[in-house]
């Protein structure tokens, strides 16, 4: 299994240096000046920073069914330019710039990117289909006929390309299930330990129930004793107790099962983060908001803004603010929500409300401290007395100050909440981004949220 995983990164390594050193291409064609070393230590510079840059982004993990355009080639792109922006910072202080070309070296700064992207993305497709045939693959075996195992295996099956290659099941006192026909028996607790010593297997999968917890460990305990790397697929409890975070407290381990999910540190990079875009974004948007305030005065009777009482971190009440969009403003213990051709929304309103403008005004909030600019979105207070008794876990989202864009926005579960399923689905995704969150998924959200926001069918 080692060697498997150092070959595909050392491939990946390879193709990545041999695209970073195109710069000694470049510079031979458009350098009048060529200066093979000086271009050919920048390259080497660069790949050696990339490198060291990547272990940080995670570029050299596996990424086995993970999606690319949204993930892997964004992380690329940041790892590039983060190397390039260190390299010419080293150039500077070297007082060494005189010897590079700047064509070459914005020619360098774009074209580094798209081929970088491209490799990988070559280099997926030819992986995957050599995994679809059978070579690099792993053999695994799974341990329990549980549902939890066969699931496993059948998601297995159906995803070939993440190169394993399930070879049966070990039977155990703790099987719930009836193992399917597509898949062999192929021994029980001592065939196990003993493949588990000789190493038959490249991974041994347990799939074992919460039941009997003396058991499951006694079994691991044995497992111990083997050369076999060995993986756990949690039951559904287990999955949610593994988002919670340890704490070690007069020398007693305790688990945090409901808690704010930001250490002291984190909190103050996410805050940072919003004082620091905030403000940024709010100078190069003063102009515009300016003009909406405008269009809507000379337009509709009523206030610019509309402010409604929302629930923010820990459930405090703040004012939220927006551009009216609305012939009325709601703010009471019954709130409808905005339907698609709803006769309340003005004709501005239409325009602001499908491109997001009117909640440019929550940049105050931000700044005030009452939202980030990346969260779960504020529901009315209305619609959380609602909500909160129909989904399970519901007041959880409010661990984390809400957002004028979030997780659950990029990924289409905007607007309006017609049915419960919904707004599960939008709940789910802001558990997961409070369970997840990184600067870098904060980064990922706002980009995400300048291309999504003229395009959202969901926005009326």
Known sequence: MVDKKISSELVYRSTDTLVILSIVLLASIYSPDYNLEGYLAAGLGASLIFGLVGRFTDI????????????????????????????????????????????????????????????????????????????????????????????FAQSVNQQPESGLQVAGFYSVELDNA????????????????????????DQIY?????????????????????????RLIPDNFTHALLHNKYLEIADTPVLCIYDAPLSAQRAFVKRAEDLIVGSLLLVMLLPVMAIISLA??????????????????????????KFRTMTVCENGSVIKQA????????????????????????????LQGHMSIVGPRPHAVAHNEAYKALIPGYMQRHMMKPGITGWAQVNGWRGETDTLYKMQKRVECDMEYIQSWSLWLDLRIIVATAFKAMSDKNAY
């Open 60 to 151: 050299y993990t596996s990424w086995s069914g993970r999606p690319f355009f949204r993930d892997e080639a964004m992380r690329t792109v940041v790892t590039w330019l983060t190397t390039f922006f260190l390299l010419v910072f080293i150039i500077f202080v070297s007082k060494s710039s005189e010897q590079f070309s700047r064509v070459v070296l914005v020619g360098w700064l774009v074209s580094t990117p798209t081929l970088l992207i491209i490799s990988r993305y070559s280099l997926r497709i030819l992986l995957s289909h050599l995994k679809r045939i059978g070579i690099h693959n792993r053999n695994i075996a799974i341990v329990g006929i549980t549902d939890t195992g066969v699931r």
């Open 206 to 230: 347990l799939a074992l129930p919460n039941q009997n917890q003396k058991y499951s460990s006694n079994l691991i305990s044995q497992l111990a004793d083997t050369i076999t790397p060995v």
């Open 339 to 366: 339907t698609r051709n709803d006769v309340r929304v003005t004709k501005v309103g239409a325009f602001l409300r499908k491109t997001s403008l009117d909640e440019l005004p929550q940049f105050f909030n931000v």
């Open 296 to 321: 809507i005065k000379f337009t509709s009777t009523g206030p610019i803004l509309f402010k409604q009482s929302r629930h923010g971190l820990r459930g405090e009440e703040f004012k939220v603010w």
């Open 178 to 201: 009836a193992l399917p026909s597509t898949y062999a028996n192929i021994g029980g607790v001592p065939e196990l330990l003993e493949a588990a010593r000789s190493g038959t297997w």
